[in-house]
């Protein structure tokens, strides 16, 4: 067997379980003292294992409502169909929310997506660099306002900040603990960013808001052809615009 | 922010796990990189990676998977190690692995195969004893013999470093027992044993007690790592002026 062949076998075997590769990997291993399929099913064990403590460290609020058995099946599934790409698996899951709105099994929590969502959005700003800069937004020649690093808006059918407020407070955090307030859809937008102390911010904003955001800050095209925000919607939120702690106003000249 | 610190007052050693040394594909080029930032930026004394490979047709998964002993393995980390290499301006120690699975055809036993890396690459050996006894154990092998497997194959100077960690036990169906190699608990009686006899031959060489499963009271921590100081005090060593970095405190990583 060429060493091409065993990478792929093994690596198959540890990923997917496959029954064709543990076959032909099969003839090519020693069967004492111990038991090659044990031995195969170490690293098995060991890859989902650690896949899922690095999902698992990026969603807690999904592990806790759904439960550890729960996801640890979604954690497997997820890595089967979406194996890692990169060697951070601290930037690994980024996908689960569209893979859990397409999964059957999900159906039973609509509110899972956008948790997965929320507690994704949470963990990529506490990754910003605290000294770094967000976009910058011209308001004068000599005026900018200025973005907190790690700015990023998410749009929800759920109330999922309260939901993981919730799940925190509740003994053993799991469902159970929701109200049925808590889970009726109704469109939610929030915004996050990592504040001078370094701390991960989140806040419930206005649609509108939410959109003028995206618009100016995070739809990367900074050129003359990007959407423009009439000017009578930006002197509506120009108040909240100014006193978002996400934002601040930026002399640019010395 | 706390590595700088660190930093400051005391030598590091980098240990990675992601440059994949053993793909056929070529070594990681985005860990090599980082680790790069990495030793660019600290100047450790020591750095090291494993015997082993990870990243397969561009899929990243986080094992140490094994690789056979063949020549053509040894052609393929050899390259990889010379690129690395190349890469840092530097040494790097190739860390011996845990072994659950066995090929049943093999060119090299693992003393004679790292030897062999050693002579082609010049790279160093990070000399893991709880690996050293995991894989014994698991391969139907005297962990002993193994031990001196690698003390007699390895020009002394390549060890640049040792590894300490515990181990736990696995009664399989029929009575065999599976050893798996989990940093979460003391080093097993029978690995410092072995650790006591690399020494005496080593003389006194940078060790690090590994422990990142099921963490303990830190003075459980400290313990072991005062038992690796008693160890490496009790032993005068005629190398141990010419390591790169001849301290003989321990860490937890």
């Known amino acids: 067997m060429s060493l091409a062949q065993w990478q792929a076998d093994l690596s198959a075997f540890a990923l997917h379980g496959a029954v064709d590769a543990a076959a032909r990997l099969l003839p090519h291993l020693k069967h004492s003292p111990i038991p090659a399929e044990a031995a195969l099913a170490v690293h098995a064990a060991c890859v989902h294992s650690a896949l899922r403590s690095a999902l698992g460290q990026r969603v807690p609020t999904v592990v806790a409502l759904v439960g550890e058995e729960f996801f640890t099946t979604l954690s497997e599934a997820y890595a089967r169909a979406h194996p890692p790409t990169a060697p951070q698996l601290s930037s690994w899951g980024n996908g689960l929310p569209a893979f859990i709105v397409a999964m059957p099994a999900c159906a039973a929590y609509p509110w899972l997506a956008d948790m997965a969502a929320f507690d994704l959005a949470l963990d990529r700003v506490a990754w910003a660099n605290s000294e770094d800069s967000g976009p910058a937004l011209p308001l004068t020649p000599d005026v900018a306002l200025v973005a907190a690093p790690g700015l990023a808006v998410l749009r929800c059918r759920y109330a999922v900040d309260r939901l993981r407020d919730a799940v925190a407070e509740a003994t053993g955090g799991n469902e159970g603990a929701l109200s049925a307030e808590l889970l009726e859809a109704a469109l939610h937008f929030y915004v996050f960013w990592c504040a001078a102390d370094a701390t991960v911010r989140c806040r419930e904003i206005s649609e509108p808001l939410a959109e003028v955001l995206e618009t100016l800050f995070l739809s990367g095209d900074t050129s003359e052809t990007a959407p423009e925000i009439p000017a009578e919607r930006l002197t509506e939120l120009a108040q909240e615009l100014v006193s978002l702690p996400a934002l601040r106003v930026v002399a640019t000249t010395t | ?253």
């Open chain 2, 1 to 253: 922010m706390h590595l700088r610190r660190a930093r400051e007052h005391l030598p590091l050693s980098l240990h990675a796990v992601g440059l994949s040394l053993g793909s056929v594909d070529g070594v990681c080029r985005q860990s090599l990189q980082r680790l790069r930032a990495l030793t660019d930026e600290f100047q450790p004394g020591l750095v090291s990676d494993h015997l082993s490979f990870s990243v397969v047709k561009g899929q990243y998964l986080p094992d140490l998977f094994p690789l056979p002993y063949t020549k053509e393995a040894l052609e393929v980390v050899a390259k990889n190690v010379d690129a690395a290499q190349d890469a840092l301006g530097r040494q790097l120690l190739v860390e011996n692995p845990s072994v659950y699975l066995s090929p049943a055809a093999q060119d090299f036993n693992e003393p004679d195969f790292l030897a062999a890396l050693v002579k082609q690459t010049g790279c160093g050996v990070l000399l893991d004893i709880n690996n050293v006894f995991v894989t014994a154990t698991n391969t139907g092998q005297d962990p002993n013999v193994m031990l001196q497997g690698f003390l007699a194959k390895l020009p002394r100077e390549a060890i640049g470093e040792i590894h300490l960690a515990g181990h736990t036990t696995r009664h399989l169906d029929f009575g065999q027992r599976l050893l798996l190699d989990d940093h979460g608990s003391k080093v097993d009686d029978a690995v410092w044993a072995l650790y006591r006899a690399a020494i005496q031959v080593l003389g006194r060489v940078p060790t690090l007690v590994e422990w990142d499963n099921h963490l303990p009271e830190w003075h459980v921590l400290a313990a072991e790592a005062l038992q690796a100081d008693v160890v490496l005090a009790a032993v005068h060593s005629p190398f141990s002026e010419a390591l790169p970095l001849a301290f003989n405190g321990t860490g937890n990583a």
